[in-house]
């Protein structure tokens, strides 16, 4: 038989196994002005969603044209459609302005002698070539005369009116459709082969006449 152990001795060899048999976790405190490291995390651009924009519509004036979207999907005037249906209804006394020469901060004018027309003009042109648009063939709108500055009395004065035709739709139809929309005034000029279209204030109803 083999002799007993004493007591301190078998207390020693049980405290040993537990620590073999538990796996210890340390957690050491960072030393003092420690800073810990932070994971630098690379957060991609979303990319902004393209405007859903409505077909381009090619308008020409004299020997002018330019080919833009007039209205976003929701019917609100595209990006730059004011300003550039702004310049091609610009007065025959205004020099084209350069891309570089726009005034780029909110005003009554794109630029020296060219007043932006009223966006809500934009959106009655859209509403007509929409009406008589024809498969995916670009409309053309021929412009006559936009903003005349020494039209007294003529809503041309203010930016607010447009004399125009579209290809291939009759005058007399144009004029009908033009009827349709609140607050509008249309002018019907057989001998000079456009119509009027002016944009009116809230409740003013329709207004028609030929001439």
């Not at 405007?51 to 209205?71: D, I, M, N, R, W």
């Not at 009554?108 to 042109?125: E, M, T």
């Not at 607010?160 to 000029?189: H, M, Q, S, W």
Request: hydrophobic letters at 40%.
């Amino acid at each position: 038989d083999t002799e007993a152990l004493p007591m301190h001795v078998v207390v020693r060899c049980l405290v040993a196994a537990a620590i073999i048999a538990v796996p210890a976790v340390a957690s050491a405190a960072p030393p003092a002005g420690h800073k810990p490291q932070r994971t630098a995390r690379v957060q991609k651009e979303k990319a902004e969603p393209k405007a859903c924009l409505k077909p381009v519509v090619e308008v020409v004036t004299g020997t002018e044209s330019a080919s833009f979207s007039l209205a976003r999907c929701d019917g609100t005037p595209a990006p730059q459609a004011v300003d550039q249906l702004s310049i091609l209804a610009r007065p025959a006394s205004a020099a084209k302005p350069k891309p570089d020469k726009l005034e780029k901060a909110k005003g009554p004018d794109v630029a020296p002698g060219v007043r932006r027309i009223d966006s809500r003009l934009v959106q009655r042109l859209e509403l007509a070539i929409e009406h008589f648009a024809k498969g995916s063939q670009a409309p053309r709108v021929q412009l006559v005369s936009g903003y005349r500055p020494k039209s007294a009395g003529s809503f041309h004065q203010s930016g607010r009116a447009l004399d125009f035709r579209i290809d291939g739709v009759p005058n007399e139809a144009l004029v009908a459709f033009c009827k349709t929309l609140p607050d509008t005034g249309c002018g019907y000029y057989p001998n000079s082969l456009f119509v009027h279209m002016d944009v009116r204030d809230a409740r003013a109803g329709h207004v028609a006449w030929i001439d």
